[in-house]
Nanobody, 121 residues
């Protein structure tokens, strides 16, 4: 399974960005997908996850009011819509894939290369 994240960039506080993660490989549609982020000098943290069928989502409590994860099964692509962005959202955002549920733990098998999101104040 290969994962390609895109959509990062520079945005002002209060703005929005939509990240995408294109997945390819055998049986990729059977994998749950997740987004994680790592800010400079901090540990990687869970952002959101979605089940293989798209019917179950899981969010970090602090982000669920501003971020939305979705899945385009036909295109094997997962999106992360981020609204009302804050400077503290600045981080490298990684997508990941795993068999099983849309977990918040970092026990994902496959990881993308990350896309940088910078939110200016």
């Amino acid at each position: 399974v290969q994962l390609q994240a895109s959509g990062g960039g520079l945005v002002q506080a209060g703005g929005s960005l939509r990240l995408s993660c294109a997945a390819s490989g055998r049986s990729v549609s059977r994998y749950a997908m997740g987004w994680f982020r790592q800010a400079p000098g901090k540990e990687r943290e869970f952002v959101a996850a979605i089940s293989s069928g798209g019917g179950v989502t899981n969010y970090a409590d602090s982000l669920k009011d501003r971020f939305t994860i979705s899945r385009d099964k036909d295109k094997n692509t997962v999106h992360l819509q981020m609204n009302s962005l804050k400077p503290e959202d600045t981080a490298v955002y990684y997508c990941a894939a795993r068999r099983g549920g849309a977990r918040s733990s970092s026990e994902y098998t496959y990881w993308g290369q990350g896309t940088l999101v910078t939110v200016s104040s």
